[in-house]
């Protein structure tokens, strides 16, 4: 795996990757905002195949829109990222879909949970994506449009108000299947 701006402090051990996030960091494209970021911390392995990929994430969220998940990335203009958002004091499961522009969609958890699993897959040009409930079911959060093409998949964080803060990544796992 490699990084895409690559944090200032970040380790990796076993099955655990734990990242500080730096100040002022994001991914967002234009829309409602008029600005473009691509300065978001992204470590990530290049795929050419139908996938899979999940993750369990664990942060000390604090600031406005800190955030950490999965993204998936073809370039600057298009990518997918998906996870946790702190918006307003809440924890938000989070999906924001980049096509040129980015759009923006958030489900509010009213429960504030200590960690959160994460699956997304690709099937052919469809990315579906999910997150593990209290019953151990994953439960579909969005499915989205993204081109059948090599793109760049893995974790993402970034602290885009704040100052930074701490996001643990454990048990991250790939599994690559072949294009149907």
């Keep these: 795996m490699q990084w895409l701006n690559e944090p200032a402090q970040w380790s990796s051990s076993n099955d655990r990757i734990i990242v500080n ?26 795929i050419n195949t139908d996938f899979i990929v999940e993750v369990e994430i664990r942060g000390s969220y604090r600031d406005l829109y800190d955030q950490a998940g999965i993204m998936i990335r073809a370039d600057e203009r298009h990518w997918i990222k998906t996870g946790i958002e702190y918006v307003d004091g809440v924890q938000n499961l989070s999906a924001v879909v980049t096509h040129d522009y980015s759009d923006w969609s958030l489900t509010p958890l009213l429960t ?3 960690s959160i699993r994460l699956r997304v897959e690709r099937r052919q040009e469809a990315i579906h994506i999910s997150y593990l409930d209290p019953n151990s079911k994953y439960v579909l959060l969005r499915l989205a449009y993204f081109p059948t093409i090599e793109v760049q998949v893995g974790i993402f964080c970034a602290s885009p108000e704040g100052n930074g803060y701490e996001v643990v990544f454990d048990n991250y796992r790939s599994i690559e299947q072949f294009a149907v």
């Design 21 to 46: 996030t730096s100040p002022k960091t994001d991914f967002w494209r234009v829309t409602h905002y008029g600005f473009i970021r691509d300065n978001g911390h992204f470590y990530f392995d290049r």
């Design 112 to 114: 504030p949970l200590s």
